[in-house]
């Protein structure tokens, strides 16, 4: 009735409306408000809510390699972020902050005005950071201006309901570990150690504005993608704090005239540091979270924040990977040379049709329902892709059947070393490149060791009785009951009239020795002693296991070879050291498994110490010493497998073992020749590189100017023989060298 005394009409009318309007407008406010449009959360679950956290994985020596995350985002507390940072943002984001208890309806006012008014576009939205807060709490799921107004209004709830439970200090040191600043990463923490590689309370005020800066535009302010961009708006939050007394204009002078400095630092799983290693930490961090959490516990590798403390040693891993890349690069060049254009991955087409069905993009195809040539059809269609070499990455117009030809071609390896002592691993190289070759050959290859496996025989034959200066013919034998297999020494020598002591035999890696030393110890006492040293392979119980035909990890060989340096007992690696909470509380504790078994003597221990250092003295491992330059305390023993499909080599130090495995993926491909296959060619360069690299660095001397102990005097005295003795003249005169001896091999 009241509105029947308002004149003129026109008036009244516009009331009447403005009136409607505003009863709408409240009642479509109140329903947003009671849950009519979604439900809005509430004190209690505001109080309550807990971020998703990134599990971070650290070396031995605290420095963080890599994450486990759905989102990157490590919270911390206030007192971690610095005060200039805190400046930053309210000078550029909401410089009433303090003023206002979650909306500043004096900034939303002006926004209004200037948009629906002065149709201004740059006006602003006006929103403060407990608003940007409940945003990112709970983003929005809907599009259109519609659901626009009703997200709006939802937020500003949210953030009403934020600021009267929280603290001005609670609500931004929640905003800042929230905040998007692109990549999937989330948080001031995670993009700290990002772009500037350094957490965020050790940012200083210019690089607390970049990151402050991206707020606005994550991807064209990124700094890395765009600096010059970053620069500019660095440079404007820098102005903003001026402009809020935050800092002098003489400070903002000087800071915006220094250039743009940034550490990047990637935590993609694919790339960084130590990338094998990590996805082995992961799988068994798993396992763990899947062990605790049937026990009541409730921990998610991905959410729940765990810090992983593993035993690797960060400045030696990359100098490992320095060493690896640098040998293996020289290696493809001479490999691919070595065929030129008979290359099996030119030349095989049987070979290559073989691997292109082997290929994931051929049985995708199939499964779709495409016959076999359809499938090849499809996949000899050129596209644009991008190929790896070792000179980069190149864009290149090439067929599915070419980019599975360019990559089977690759050498790769499988390097790894260990404290032999406690079996903590110290350095992991599971492949040349985890972003193109996924197989660890570190976890999850086993391959044929070679002449590796002969320590393992001649430690047996000692502890079986056969005396050290025992000497043994080069003879070549055919063995009639094993069908007419006769193993021969490499290089095709037959040395019928020599024979070698043990210790000749072994660093000179004689083939025909090492069966006759098998023969005389028994098949069954090798098994039984490649057990006690931690080989759990199922190996063959045939001859040829004197030179290496079992199939054994890398892992095993490393932990089995530390018996030689630890007193007769071996080890098993071990990745993780602990597993804390994101509060830094220990959750569980890995203690070394060490052998509780002595697989031999210590007297046997020291012998065979003295047949692996002159392995590297005199025998097959002498380029350490030659090539090299190399003079600590190494002992070690090299090892390349029939038609040179593998090459190894195995370093044991006082306080190292080094174990590298190089070859191909496919087992059908070997090296060309024995010369550039051999384990002292294509193995041992990895660690004596690296061990060059260690050297350099006086921080290592505790390793590299290790010593091994003197051997007692009775163990000296039992090697004091002629490491060759020739047959007498009458033996050489009725002995037919071109004929091979036959004879039964004594199973």
Known sequence: MIFKKINPPLLRYALIVMVMLITMATIFVLSIYFGAWGELPDKKSLAEFQHPRASEVYTADSVLIGKYYLNDRQPISYKNIPKHLINALIAIEDERF?????????????????????????????????????????????????????????????????????SKEEVLQQYLNTVSFGDNTFGIESAALKFFGKSAHSLNIEEAAVLIGMLKATYTYNPRVFPKNSLLRRNLVLSAMADQGFIKTEEKDSLVSLPLIINYKNFDHNQGLAPYFREEVRKQILNWCKTQNEQGNSYNIYTSGLKIYTTLDYKMQVLAEEAMKTHMKALQKSFEKSYGNSAPWLTNKELILKTVKKSIAYKNLIEKGLNEEQALDTLRQKKLMTLTSWEGEKELEKSSIDSVKHYMKFLNTGSISIDPGTGAVK??????????????????????????????????????????????????????????????????KDEPFMNYSMKQALSNSVNTVAVKVLEKTGIPNVLEQAKKMGITADLPSLPSLALGAGEIGVEEMAGA???????????????????????????????????????????????????????????TGARIRNTYGLKNDIAGKTGTTQNNKDAWFVALTPKIIHVTWVGLDNHEIGFKNTSLGQGASAALPIFALWMQKLNSDTSYNYITRAKFI?????????????????????????KNPKKKKTKNFKQ
């Not at 999850?444 to 050290?468: C, D, H, M, W």
């Not at 630890?566 to 060490?594: E, R």
């Open 98 to 166: 303090y003023d206002h208890s979650g909306i500043d309806y004096r900034s939303l006012f002006r926004v209004a005005l200037k948009t629906v008014l002065l149709q201004n576009k740059a006006s602003g939205g006006g929103s403060t950071i407990s608003q940007q807060l409940a945003k990112n709490l709970y983003p929005r799921t809907r599009t259109g201006t519609f659901y626009l107004t009703i997200d709006k209004i939802k937020e500003m709830i949210v953030a009403s309901r934020l600021e009267a439970i929280y």
């Open 710 to 734: 003197k051997p007692d005097a009775a163990v000296i005295s039992m090697l004091d023989c002629e490491p060759l003795k020739r047959d007498g003249f009458f033996k050489r005169l009725f």
């Open 561 to 619: 070879y530390a018996s030689y340096v630890n007193n007769g007992k071996a080890v098993k690696p071990i990745l993780i050291s602990s597993i804390h909470n994101y509060k830094d509380s220990i959750l569980d504790t890995f203690v070394p498994t060490v052998s509780s078994v002595q697989a031999f003597s210590e007297e046997n221990r020291q012998i065979m110490l003295e047949f692996m250092k002159a392995t590297i003295n005199e025998g």
């Open 427 to 492: 350095t992991w190289i599971g492949g040349i490149d985890y972003k193109v070759f996924k197989y660890d050959h570190i976890s999850q290859s086993r391959r044929q060791v070679g002449s590796t496996f002969k320590p393992i025989v001649y430690t047996a034959a000692l502890e079986n009785g056969i005396a050290p200066c025992t000497y043994f013919s080069a003879e070549e034998v055919v063995y009639k009951n094993m069908e007419g297999w006769s193993p021969s020494n490499s290089g095709n």
